[in-house]
């Protein structure tokens, strides 16, 4: 079963946190990390690469913190996965570096049917939105709608 980095984990964890607060209510990076018991360097390194792409606005200072400015109906879970990862393949031999990551490069039979599946799942990461994997849109895609698959995260 694939995972999702803990990185990535971080940020929507955050995410969802800060979606839930008034507009203009700013959350510090270290409210975040003990609330949810995350450790603190990991996830302001993730608020501050969103904030760096514009997903979040940081106010330094005694009462600053991030708030959300852009629009997570916008933002592709693909783009935000690769946004605090850089370029990921689902295996090593996907990635920029290919045969230099993979002894089995040079004999492997599955290459081509490789890259397929990870076009397939990209192009799938690519229509979700953060707002639906955190809950705060209802689903576009029907994949969700199946039987004993929540339509919701809490």
Known sequence: MMRLNRKVE???IVLK???QK??????SAKE???KFQAPFDATSRVLQIMSHNGVLRSEHGAHGGYQIVRDLEKISFYQLNEMILGPV???KCISKEGDK????QSNCNIVSPIRFLNFKFSEFLKQLTVAEVLGLSEPKLNL?????VPNHVS
């Open 10 to 12: 971080y940020a929507l």
């Open 17 to 19: 946190y800060m979606s």
């Open 22 to 27: 008034k507009p203009g209510q700013l959350s």
């Open 32 to 34: 975040m990390s003990e």
């Open 89 to 91: 393949g689902i295996t």
């Open 101 to 104: 990551n993979c002894d089995l």
């Open 144 to 148: 969700f709608r199946s039987e004993g």
